[in-house]
């Protein structure tokens, strides 16, 4: 068992440290938990507390306060109260979403941009592109692709297709891309291929209603930028470039 793996589960790090530490000792005072956790003794009777009010762990008095382990199978229905309350909370947002959907139209529409890190923000920005009231154009080195979360791809393109979100993308030629263009009817999309000297890009574009996405895969970094004015320009660069595909493009 790992604090990475607790961590994932819903507790914080020092509740992991110190639920393993008793885990370790079945039954001992706070002292000798705190000792064997590395943490001090104040801080983990407070951490016991919580853990006990989890029911991961029980109380014992005596002339010590002393915390005794309970069985690894209470972790389980402790996730499933915690999964009940997140579902709790769900329903709660959707109730709440049409309020806070009219307050945020009242904000006057400025141009923003928004940055996204790491591979959770990279799935984000693609999760905010299933939101397109229009055609998204895109073009992409799907090289970049082929190492960065294969499932979530494969799933993001028949979601997207299911809502009918139709795209056209620019691809250079790679074996990949000529498997995602062969997937073209079935994925509500037009694609064209272009030789790797012509289309040696690295960061992957959306555009998209108001708003122009840049991605880089590689370096798991994004921006969002999201204004009316810019996402035209790129508009009309973007079908300047795919009408002079039609000259350079490898057929499939």
Known sequence: MTIETLKNFGLSTKEAQVYIALME???????????????NRTT???????????????????????????????????????AREYKEKSEDAKKLLPELKATY?????????????????????????????????SWLNTEETADFAADYFAEYYKRRAKKNIFIRA?????????????????????SKIITKEKMDIVPECYIYDDKVSFMSL???????????????????????????????????
């Open 170 to 190: 620019i691809y250079n030629d790679s074996e990949l891309s000529r498997q995602i263009k062969a997937r073209d009817k079935e994925e509500f999309r037009e």
């Open 25 to 39: 000792l079945g039954n001992a005072p706070v002292s000798e938990i705190a000792s064997r956790a590395k943490i």
């Open 105 to 137: 139209n009242k904000i006057p529409k400025k141009p923003k941009v928004k940055y996204y890190d790491g591979e959770d923000g990279i799935i984000a920005m693609y999760e905010d592109s299933l939101t397109s009231k229009t055609d998204i154009l």
């Open 218 to 252: 590689k370096e798991k970094f994004g921006v969002i930028i999201e204004s009316k004015d810019i996402a035209e320009a790129q508009r009309k660069l973007y079908e300047l470039a795919w009408h002079t595909a039609d000259e350079i493009e490898i057929k499939v």
């Open 44 to 82: 983990t009777y407070d951490i016991l507390e919580n853990l006990a009010n989890y029911n991961l762990v029980s109380r014992a008095e005596g002339k010590k306060k002393h915390y005794a382990s309970e069985s690894p199978e209470l972790l389980i229905a402790f996730l499933d109260r915690k």
